[in-house]
T-cell receptor, first 115, second 115 residues
Framework: EAEVAQSPRYKITEKSQAVAFWCDPISGHATLYWYRQILGQGPELLVQFQDESVVDDSQLPKDRFSAERLKGVDSTLKIQPAELGDSAMYLC?????????????FGPGTRLLVL | AQTVTQSQPEMSVQEAETVTLSCTYDTSENNYYLFWYKQPPSRQMILVIRQEAYKQQNATENRFSVNFQKAAKSFSLKISDSQLGDTAMYFCAFTETSNTGKLIFGQGTTLQVKP
């Protein structure tokens, strides 16, 4: 069964360092989502791609976060510089076309700890 | 703003018994989608069940069923014949106003099934 892949699974970094997370969605899925999940809370959307275009980045802290999906397939989320408050689980999800009501398939996530 | 509220941070149930998880939401829309997602410990989030608001009939998936009360903006999940593998965090989610498929999640309910 096809799955969303993410790496690394865990990342420990120091404050002010740069970090990057990678996501490979299910093959053929046009829509890719990056969510941030703070411990004990529900995920919150950071950015959504439709193919290679950003369709929603309203909650992305653009002064330090960036995301790209250059060829409309895999995606990278970067934080520079990392802050203590960025410690969280970063989840990637994909869906076939991004229509409302469509199932989103989630990856295992990258757990980030900023020291 | 559209919000999703899960008022039960933690619940427990004995194996083989039935448990109901609560969810309320706030929206001014008439047509939308509601979801329950399950996040097992250290595993990826998966869709449990989906409900379209314009459908009167409550959705069911094997041992999982919902009680959708549109007027009350309530969307509870009932798990029958609870199994140890049902131990997980459960998130209620709602589609946002736009057509991007963005999900808004509740805070989650941690469910423990006891042997």
């Amino acid at each position: 069964e096809a799955e969303v892949a993410q790496s690394p699974r865990y990342k420990i970094t120091e404050k002010s360092q740069a970090v990057a997370f990678w996501c490979d969605p299910i093959s053929g899925h046009a829509t890719l989502y990056w969510y941030r999940q703070i411990l004990g809370q529900g995920p919150e959307l950071l950015v959504q791609f439709q193919d290679e275009s950003v369709v929603d980045d309203s909650q992305l802290p653009k002064d330090r976060f960036s995301a790209e999906r250059l060829k409309g397939v895999d995606s990278t989320l970067k934080i520079q510089p990392a802050e203590l408050g960025d410690s969280a689980m970063y989840l990637c999800a994909s869906s076939l076309s991004g229509r409302r009501g469509e199932t989103q398939y989630f990856g295992p996530g990258t757990r980030l700890l900023v020291l | 703003a559209q919000t999703v509220t899960q008022s039960q941070p933690e619940m427990s149930v004995q194996e083989a018994e039935t448990v109901t998880l609560s969810c309320t939401y706030d929206t001014s829309e008439n047509n939308y989608y509601l979801f329950w997602y399950k996040q097992p410990p250290s595993r990826q989030m998966i869709l449990v069940i989906r409900q379209e608001a314009y459908k009167q009939q409550n959705a069911t998936e094997n041992r999982f069923s919902v009680n959708f009360q549109k007027a009350a903006k309530s969307f509870s999940l009932k798990i029958s014949d609870s199994q140890l593998g049902d131990t997980a965090m459960y998130f209620c989610a709602f589609t946002e106003t736009s057509n991007t498929g963005k999900l808004i999640f509740g805070q989650g309910t941690t469910l423990q099934v006891k042997p």
